[in-house]
């Protein structure tokens, strides 16, 4: 396998044999002796396989993270796949390899990544056009000009809803008794960034005359989320709730505000749930936001 760079005294490509990578090696170039980066310091060099050696996997670890790079899910990575494949020019690089769910990976197949997500997004757009059209939006707050604003600023599209990302799992209020389960209506991962508090505003409305919880909730991005357990002692200390009781047709405002504990580079993943409990509860707008 052939490790392929730029040699570090002639900037040409040059290459070394990947088991020989540690030692001295001349560039065919320049015939200057050098050292070989590692894939940690050179993220395009590349070697001549469709297989990456494990030193390449660990950086791209490193760089990019254990979830799936998709944006709006959550899932551990399944493997790492080329965001360009290798027939379509792509190399066998820490740049060109990214972290993916299986489910991820197997939907982008052999496709350009860019070109995959953006079938992807069209096809979750047609499917939900009849949909209302809400906004969501991550702001920081403007009295900190010292926030290093790109941990906020989230690429088009990462605030996918839920819902588009996962597939539906089966209810488990379907069983004779069990108590009625919440809904998750949104969640947005956020961004590496000192995310110190959570704020989701609405406006509601209930078709019918009952009762309703509204949850903000938050946990560690790489968690998956088991809102059934919402109330109990799994979220207890990452969740609040605002409780409806309305007749039917009424509307309202309201707000619920969480704040996440301190934890150096944290990421997390906000996300909103609604128990509704017979009235039909709709949001007509809102905004989830995050603040320092
Ligand atoms: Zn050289
Ligand atoms: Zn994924």
Redesign the pocket.
Known sequence: MLWNYN?P????P?AADWKLREGEVV?H????T?YPPTPHEDRYAYVDSEQWPKEMEDAVVALRGTICSVPGCYRERAKLVHRQSLKAGGKTSVDNLMPMCERHAVSKGERDYDEWLVAVRQEDADLKKDEPKFEITITSRPAAPDLPVADYSAPPGLMLPLAAARTPRPLKAAVANAPPLAELKLAIPFLRGPAGKVVFDYDWEMKKSGRCHVFLLAWPRSDEPDISLLGGPKYSWLSTAKDHLGVRDEKGSAQLELSLPGMPGGRWTAAVAVLDLGCEFQFTEYALAATS
């Open positions: 040699c005294d002639c900037h040409r040059t560039c170039l320049c015939e200057r050098h």
